[in-house]
């Protein structure tokens, strides 16, 4: 119970830090006056319009990539597999660049044409997966998504490389990951799709303990594995594919907070995954709040944030498991 109430309280200072922090710095007092309503007009437009969908969808994206990690690692057995292993962020990128480079008008084109990507890329790791009829390989799964994102990255890079030096720099933002298109409307298109893959994942929890044994061992214990297989992969990268096409690339969320959690909670998958949501949100809120501020007026991509958190975390990790 007090490790739910220390992740349930880092959770909630991460929002209240995302809802104070920014280039017009609100103290706790003028954010809880601008949620009641005492607080004037111009304090309560910036944290109701601006900050709080932004710290809400930061971590929902957080979590969502954080329990699709977990899924991912049990999935495929690999310790190393994370949300955009599988070529997602390859096709959401070269949909979402896409979309940039042609100056597509509404400004749901390019979450829109990412999703898209992200999709055409699930359908294509899928069908190069399915190997011997009907069988999902796992290791396949994996080299598939490798080879289908560089090759989409690749298109990307072509298309980068001819296009005007503004539409250049828009389109590296996007890959690098941020919430600076965030709205309530964004928050709640993004929710209402989360819920089902996020409850689907969650709803195979056991099985995915048993499969993190191994093949043999879960279909033995009772495990439909070729059911499961395409269950969770399906979820997962729908889940991904949305998470992407509302934030960009960011990386190490998925990697990083699972293997993290395991180390508190160990490897059951019931209470594995909502911790990892917990913390993931957490991680990306916060390092959203370090992007809007580090160099402020300036802003970082939240991705590289997360990279320069993820990159020494992972390395701690790696040295536990070591000894």
């Given at each position: 119970?007090?490790?739910?109430?220390?992740?349930?309280?880092?959770?909630?200072?991460?929002?209240?830090?995302?809802?104070?922090?920014?280039?017009?710095?609100?103290?706790?007092?003028?954010?809880?006056?601008?949620?009641?309503?005492?607080?004037?007009?111009?304090?309560?437009?910036?944290?109701?319009?601006?900050?709080?969908?932004?710290?809400?969808?930061?971590?929902?994206?957080?979590?969502?990539?954080?329990?699709?990690?977990?899924?991912?690692?049990?999935?495929v057995r690999n310790p190393l597999a994370d949300p955009y292993l599988l070529g997602l962020s390859g096709g959401a990128g070269l949909g979402a660049v896409a979309a940039i480079v042609l100056e597509f008008g509404s400004s749901w084109s390019v979450p829109i044409a990412a999703l898209a990507g992200a999709l055409l890329a699930i359908v294509l790791v899928y069908r190069l997966a399915i190997v011997s009829g009907s069988v999902l390989d796992a290791r396949i799964l994996l080299l598939a998504g490798v080879v289908v994102g560089a090759f989409a990255s690749s298109l990307m890079g072509a298309i980068i490389a001819l296009s005007p030096a503004q539409q250049v720099r828009n389109a590296f933002l996007w890959i690098l990951g941020g919430f600076d298109a965030a709205s309530w409307q964004a928050l709640t298109v993004f929710a209402v799709y989360a819920v089902i893959p996020l409850g689907v994942i969650y709803r195979y929890n056991r099985p995915l303990d048993l499969m993190a044994l191994g093949e043999e061992p879960a279909q033995f214990l009772g495990a439909d594995i070729e059911r499961l297989k395409r269950i969770l992969y399906v979820s997962a990268s729908l889940l991904t594919a949305a998470a992407v096409s509302v934030s960009?690339?960011?990386?190490?969320?998925?990697?990083?907070?699972?293997?993290?959690?395991?180390?508190?909670?160990?490897?059951?998958?019931?209470?594995?995954?909502?911790?990892?949501?917990?913390?993931?949100?957490?991680?990306?809120?916060?390092?959203?709040?370090?992007?809007?501020?580090?160099?402020?007026?300036?802003?970082?991509?939240?991705?590289?944030?997360?990279?320069?958190?993820?990159?020494?975390?992972?390395?701690v990790l790696v040295r536990k498991w070591a000894t």
């Open positions: 119970m007090g490790r739910w109430f220390v992740l349930g309280t880092l959770a909630t200072l991460a929002i209240a830090v995302g809802l104070i922090v920014g280039p017009a710095e609100l103290s706790l007092a003028r954010v809880w006056g601008a949620l009641t309503g005492s607080e004037n007009a111009s304090a309560a437009a910036i944290v109701l319009d601006l900050r709080l969908p932004r710290a809400l969808l930061a971590f929902l994206v957080g979590g969502s990539l954080a329990v699709t990690g977990a899924a991912l690692q049990a999935l960009g690339v960011i990386g190490f969320v998925g990697l990083v907070v699972p293997h993290a959690i395991r180390l508190v909670w160990g490897h059951l998958h019931r209470s594995l995954l909502p911790a990892a949501f917990l913390l993931g949100g957490t991680l990306l809120v916060t390092a959203d709040a370090i992007a809007r501020t580090a160099f402020a007026p300036l802003t970082l991509p939240v991705g590289v944030v997360t990279a320069l958190i993820g990159v020494p975390v992972f390395v």
